[in-house]
């Protein structure tokens, strides 16, 4: 008999409002994956790179992800893709055409 596998695909959004929790909270791969909106299979190619920006700890064997870090993972975010240009921009601030 085959095991079931998991589900690896997007996680729905959260249940929980982020802001109101305590910065010292911890929270599963699930649950910060429903939050930063990515899979739970994103993150564990994250937890590879040691230099990743969302940091994270193993308590007993698990992923856990600090209310904090996640919060200054999303501030960084926010951050970055402000400034960036959208994919269909040139440098000369032209727009491509399809």
Excluded at 6 to 22: E, Q, V, W, Y
Excluded at 83 to 95: I, L, M, T, V, W
């Amino acid at each position: 008999m085959k095991r079931p596998r998991k589900n690896r695909g997007m996680p729905p959004p959260a249940t929980f409002d982020i802001d109101s929790l305590p910065g010292s909270s911890n929270l599963t791969a699930l649950e910060t994956a429903a939050v930063i909106r990515r899979t739970p299979g994103a993150l564990e190619l994250w937890r590879r790179n040691p230099n990743h920006p969302l940091k994270w700890r193993y308590v007993d064997g698990r992923p856990l992800y600090r209310v904090d870090a996640v919060r200054d993972y999303l501030a960084g975010r926010d951050e970055t893709t402000k400034s960036s240009q959208p994919h269909n921009a040139r440098e000369d601030g032209q727009a491509i055409r399809p």
